[in-house]
């Protein structure tokens, strides 16, 4: 199904904003829901933000909601991360669930079957 490629991730403060990218096959895009999640040193990795396979349905932690925007075109994948706060310091990972199309969006670690290789993102306060 191919590879998924992040980048974008930096080193800012906070108020800022990043957009962070992640590069995949055109079949992955329009066929599976992708999401992007996040693992802070010491923590668990968590669910950020997903995105179904046509587009039309979002989902996003609440910790971020209203903050951050998913949306993707044929080529890529992307989360916009805007009012940035120390908190959201993490290694930032996208995501594909291949279980099949037409599936609801997942916001769970092991529904998802590809994973990119991480970007770091850092807020200084």
């Known amino acids: 199904q191919g590879q998924l490629v992040e980048s974008g991730g930096g080193l800012v403060q906070a108020g800022d904003s990043l957009r962070l990218s992640c590069a995949a096959s055109?079949?992955?895009?329009?066929?599976?829901?992708m999401g992007w999640f996040r693992q802070a040193p010491g923590k668990a990795r968590e669910f950020v933000a997903a995105?179904?396979?046509?587009?039309?349905n979002t989902e996003y932690a609440e910790s971020v909601k209203g903050r951050f925007t998913i949306s993707k075109d044929k080529a890529k994948v992307y989360l916009q991360m805007d009012s940035l706060k120390p908190e959201d310091t993490a290694v930032y990972y996208c995501?594909?669930?291949?279980?099949?199309?037409?599936?609801?969006?997942?916001?769970?670690?092991?529904?998802?079957?590809?994973w990119g290789q991480g970007t770091q993102v850092t807020v200084s306060s």
């Open positions: 055109e079949r992955t895009l329009s066929l599976y829901n």
């Open positions: 995501a594909a669930d291949w279980s099949g199309t037409y599936n609801p969006i997942s916001r769970y670690v092991g529904e998802y079957d590809a």
């Open positions: 995105i179904n396979w046509n587009g039309h």
